[in-house]
């Protein structure tokens, strides 16, 4: 299984970024996924996820909320999130991956968020 991100770039403050994560394999809709980020001389860390579940449910760290929205669509196996209102403290790499840290997947390449004026 791969894990593909993409929809990254340059944004100035206050601008919005989509990005994009395609899982091949086809066990897609059974996972609950999250979005991770990584900014230079930190840890990963977990930044938003959604469950398996109907309901999709979603939670957040405390800095993304009300500004980043994260989404799947199981048809396309693709996971998204929706980022905006940015600031320069988003800048980070991105990556998805599932949730349960014991079942996760090789890590893709991520994608480069930059947040400056």
């Known amino acids: 299984v791969q894990l593909v991100e993409s929809g990254g770039g340059l944004v100035q403050p206050g601008g919005s970024l989509r990005l994009s994560c395609a899982v091949s394999?086809?066990?897609?809709?059974?996972?609950?996924m999250g979005w991770y980020r990584q900014a230079p001389g930190k840890q990963r860390e977990l930044v938003a996820s959604?469950?398996?579940?109907?309901?999709?449910?979603?939670t957040y760290i405390d800095s993304v909320k009300g500004r980043f929205t994260i989404s799947r669509d199981n048809a396309r196996k693709t996971l998204y999130l929706q980022m905006t209102s940015l600031k320069p403290e988003d800048t980070a790499v991105y990556y998805c991956?599932?949730?349960?840290?014991?079942?996760?997947?090789?890590w893709g390449q991520g994608t480069q968020v930059t947040v400056c004026s």
């Open positions: 991956n599932r949730l349960d840290i014991r079942l996760q997947l090789s």
């Open positions: 394999g086809n066990l897609f809709s059974l996972y609950a």
């Open positions: 959604i469950t398996a579940t109907r309901d999709s449910a979603t």
